[in-house]
């Protein structure tokens, strides 16, 4: 019998060890925390003769584990393309990576082929293990992966008929060397295609464009390229208000004249009619009804998909109101560019909650826009005193270190104004792993908490 290695027990090294059983092979579920320490499986290296190691995501190549099974010459390979190698070949994939709206663009893709009568399932960093899904065996016409960065490192075999990058920011980088290395990780998602696949490109995007079409990268893309843009420019793009399509998609990224719009492509539906709101949600639509067109969705199936569909859990999420104040549960933004895009999407007066851990970014950014946009902030987590000292240095003073969620909610109870129209934003800026296990948990805590200590009983 052949042997495998899997690390890590979460939900990709769950179902791989699934896969791989159903695949006869013994398996060895590696998990300091939840299964056999990490030393038994370097024993494991030494004594037994196993085929691979399948990787999860999370855990960082520099281990010691990782570097025995590379001194034993034993390949290491993600759940991923663990995935792929059994799938149903017949099945086409379409990918999304990027730093924000990768989930939210892959699982609206998702829907709106379950909508038009695909028999389609959603995987990948989503929250659904790609290699489970194999494992089952299902008939399939479509399978959407949304992408992480740690998926896509490793020379991945994975192959996508279409596949996007939403966007580029700056994350990761205790785990990268540089941005630029994250970045260039990205690219990954389009290195198997062939001149029948389609990469879907940000024309908006400027570090996406400043890689793009630099080190060769944009000659390396052997798919068919499709330039989304929210100006007049591309083959899906925004113009007065409206997003139009070409009436022949190309690999042309021009900025069109009066008449080349009339002639050549067609209203779709205005920006207002999107149920999803906010500019961010607007650039993942884009990419949404880019893959719906390559794929022949008619107009109108498409335009009442994006009029009807509601937002995910922890995206932007109003869940809570009180009086005149609304809260929203953003706790997916998990980095500043995300918690930016959040500010923007609400007008007049806006009460932040973030913090967590300290990612080793930057956070000028986000202290200029909450100089800009934000009455008052309300900070929890260990990189707190980082945004107080920046908070500080620019001049804002509006802030408290209230330290966890249920001392902010308490003190909202106790001195907020609920009569005052305004939003509860809670977009930490950051993950926050230093209190919950995930930002699904840190969400739910923060909902539950809220509607417990806030709800108006008197």
Same mark, same amino acid.
């Given at each position: 019998?052949?042997?495998?290695?899997?690390?890590?027990?979460?939900?990709?090294?769950?179902?791989?060890?699934?896969?791989?059983?159903?695949?006869?092979?013994?398996?060895?579920?590696?998990?300091?925390?939840?299964?056999?320490?990490?030393?038994?499986?370097?024993?494991?290296?030494?004594?037994?003769?196993?085929?691979?190691?399948?990787?999860?995501?999370?855990?960082?190549?520099?281990?010691?584990?990782?570097?025995?099974?590379?001194?034993?010459?034993?390949?290491?390979?993600?759940?991923?393309?663990?995935?792929?190698?059994?799938?149903?070949?017949?099945?086409?994939?379409?990918?999304?990576?990027?730093?924000?709206?990768?989930?939210?663009?892959?699982?609206?893709?998702?829907?709106?082929?379950?909508?038009?009568?695909?028999?389609?399932?959603?995987?990948?960093?989503?929250?659904?293990?790609?290699?489970?899904?194999?494992?089952?065996?299902?008939?399939?016409?479509?399978?959407?992966?949304?992408?992480?960065?740690?998926?896509?490192?490793?020379?991945?075999?994975?192959?996508?008929?279409?596949?996007?990058?939403?966007?580029?920011?700056?994350?990761?980088?205790?785990?990268?060397?540089?941005?630029?290395?994250?970045?260039?990780?990205?690219? +990954?998602?389009?290195?198997?295609?062939?001149?029948?696949?389609?990469?879907?490109?940000?024309?908006?995007?400027?570090?996406?464009?400043?890689?793009?079409?630099?080190?060769?990268?944009?000659?390396?893309?052997?798919?068919?390229?499709?330039?989304?843009?929210?100006?007049?420019?591309?083959?899906?793009?925004?113009?007065?208000?409206?997003?139009?399509?070409?009436?022949?998609?190309?690999?042309?990224?021009?900025?069109?004249?009066?008449?080349?719009?009339?002639?050549?492509?067609?209203?779709?539906?205005?920006?207002?009619?999107?149920?999803?709101?906010?500019?961010? +949600?607007?650039?993942?639509?884009?990419?949404?009804?880019?893959?719906?067109?390559?794929?022949?969705?008619?107009?109108?199936?498409?335009?009442?998909?994006?009029?009807?569909?509601?937002?995910?859990?922890?995206?932007?999420?109003?869940?809570?109101?009180?009086?005149?104040?609304?809260?929203?549960?953003?706790?997916?933004?998990? +980095?500043?560019?995300?918690?930016?895009?959040?500010?923007?999407?609400?007008?007049?007066?806006?009460?932040?909650?973030?913090?967590?851990?300290?990612?080793?970014?930057?956070?000028?950014?986000?202290?200029?826009?909450?100089?800009?946009?934000?009455?008052?902030?309300?900070?929890?987590?260990?990189?707190?005193?980082?945004?107080?000292?920046?908070?500080?240095?620019?001049?804002?003073?509006?802030?408290?270190?209230?330290?966890?969620?249920? +001392?902010?909610?308490?003190?909202?109870?106790?001195?907020?104004?609920?009569?005052?129209?305004?939003?509860?934003?809670?977009?930490?800026?950051?993950?926050?792993?230093?209190?919950?296990?995930?930002?699904?948990?840190?969400?739910?805590?923060?909902?539950?908490?809220?509607?417990?200590?806030?709800?108006?009983?008197?």
């Amino acid at each position: 019998m052949e042997k495998a290695i899997v690390f890590g027990a979460g939900l990709s090294g769950l179902g791989a060890e699934k896969l791989l059983k159903k695949k006869g092979y013994e398996v060895f579920l590696i998990d300091d925390r939840t299964g056999m320490p990490s030393s038994e499986g370097i024993d494991i290296l030494e004594k037994e003769k196993v085929e691979f190691v399948v990787k999860s995501p999370g855990i960082p190549w520099n281990c010691e584990f990782l570097k025995k099974a590379s001194e034993k010459n034993v390949k290491v390979i993600s759940e991923i393309d663990l995935a792929y190698r059994y799938m149903d070949k017949k099945i086409k994939i379409i990918s999304f990576t990027g730093t924000n709206g990768k989930t939210t663009t892959a699982t609206k893709m998702y829907e709106l082929l379950d909508y038009v009568g695909y028999r389609v399932r959603l995987a990948g960093n989503a929250g659904f293990s790609f290699a489970e899904l194999v494992a089952e065996e299902a008939v399939l016409d479509y399978i959407v992966l949304e992408l992480s960065s740690y998926q896509l490192e490793n020379d991945p075999s994975l192959h996508s008929e279409i596949a996007g990058i939403i966007n580029l920011t700056p994350d990761h980088l205790s785990r990268y060397e540089s941005v630029e290395e994250y970045y260039i990780t990205k690219f +990954n998602i389009f290195q198997n295609q062939s001149e029948d696949d389609f990469a879907i490109i940000n024309m908006d995007d400027a570090k996406f464009l400043e890689l793009f079409n630099k080190n060769e990268i944009k000659e390396k893309i052997k798919g068919k390229k499709i330039y989304v843009s929210k100006e007049k420019k591309g083959g899906i793009f925004v113009y007065k208000g409206c997003i139009r399509v070409m009436k022949e998609l190309s690999e042309k990224a021009d900025i069109y004249t009066e008449e080349a719009l009339a002639e050549l492509s067609e209203e779709l539906l205005s920006v207002k009619e999107l149920s999803l709101k906010g500019e961010h +949600n607007l650039e993942n639509m884009l990419f949404v009804i880019g893959a719906g067109k390559l794929l022949n969705i008619e107009n109108e199936k498409i335009r009442e998909f994006l009029r009807n569909t509601r937002a995910l859990e922890h995206r932007l999420e109003n869940f809570f109101v009180r009086g005149n104040t609304v809260f929203i549960n953003d706790s997916k933004g998990t +980095n500043v560019e995300s918690t930016l895009k959040a500010i923007d999407s609400f007008e007049g007066s806006i009460v932040l909650i973030c913090g967590g851990d300290d990612k080793k970014i930057s956070n000028k950014g986000l202290v200029e826009k909450i100089k800009e946009r934000v009455e008052s902030v309300y900070l929890i987590g260990e990189n707190a005193p980082l945004l107080i000292k920046d908070m500080e240095e620019s001049g804002y003073k509006n802030f408290k270190n209230m330290e966890t969620l249920e +001392n902010i909610l308490k003190n909202f109870k106790e001195n907020m104004d609920f009569s005052k129209s305004q939003t509860v934003l809670f977009s930490p800026a950051t993950s926050s792993f230093c209190q919950f296990k995930n930002f699904e948990e840190r969400g739910r805590v923060f909902k539950d908490l809220t509607v417990e200590i806030l709800n108006d009983n008197d």
